[in-house]
């Protein structure tokens, strides 16, 4: 069965970081495209990063530019999403997703999402 | 790219017919996914290229349109099928419309 499976998430504070991992299991990490989706509560999704199938090609919403960074280990079947200078408008559910086609930027499946909450 | 769909929030019986709105504000071709989410759960894409099922939809599913003018219609409204419904472009930087709440009339 294809599944991704989302950890990391937690309370942290204004400037803060955090670390969230996505574990991928039922397929080849190394041939497909692998994102990062958010939903803030009670709103909608919004893209936040995408790494290519060869680890070389990663790609950020203006919104987390210069504060997020992704990467894989592709050793490991995991995908990472390193995040610094946390505001308070980051807070939301993050869902890593395996791109539906390589790289079609189209999303499936989805992980439960593992939450963020950025408060003082 | 921005996508809008319509109504924000459609009241059906169950059994009834829905239709969904999805507009692009530029040319996308077929490049256009629905998903599917329930409270408390991650959403499921039901369709790509606008009118293709994804593996296990149900038939009552369907997607129509290309261009800017795409529709998701799910034929006779079964229980389950209540939710939040998302469109969303691929065609370049993905982007979501901000969702129609199919919701028991």
């Known amino acids: 069965e294809v599944q991704v499976v989302e950890s990391g998430g937690g309370l942290v504070q204004p400037g803060g970081s955090l670390r969230l991992s996505c574990s991928a299991s039922?397929?080849?990490?190394?041939?497909?495209?692998m994102h990062w989706v958010r939903q803030a509560p009670g709103k909608g999704l919004e893209f936040v990063s995408s790494i290519s199938p060869d680890g070389d090609g990663t790609y950020y919403a203006d919104s987390v530019k210069g504060r997020f960074t992704i990467s894989r280990d592709s050793s490991k079947n995991t995908v990472h999403l390193q995040m610094s200078s946390l505001r308070v408008e980051d807070t939301a559910m993050y869902y890593c997703?395996?791109?539906?086609?390589?790289?079609?930027?189209?999303?499936?499946?989805w992980g439960q999402g593992t939450l963020v909450t950025v408060s003082s | 790219i921005v996508m809008t769909q319509s109504p924000a929030t459609l009241s059906v019986s169950p059994g009834e017919r829905a239709t969904l709105s999805c507009r692009a504000s530029?040319?996308?071709?077929?490049?256009l996914g629905w998903y599917q989410q329930k409270p408390g759960q991650a959403p499921r894409l039901l369709i790509y290229?606008?009118?293709t099922r994804a593996t296990g939809i149900p038939a009552r599913f369907s997607g129509s349109g290309s261009g800017t003018e795409f529709t998701l219609t799910i034929s006779s409204l079964q229980s389950e099928d209540f939710a939040v419904y998302y469109c969303?472009?691929?065609?370049?930087?993905?982007?979501f419309g901000q969702g129609t709440n199919l919701e028991i009339k």
């Open positions: 969303q472009q691929y065609n370049n930087w993905p982007t």
């Open positions: 530029q040319y996308i071709g077929i490049n």
């Open positions: 039922g397929f080849t990490l190394s041939s497909y495209t």
């Open positions: 290229g606008a009118s």
């Open positions: 997703a395996k791109d539906v086609h390589s790289s079609w930027y189209l999303f499936d499946p």
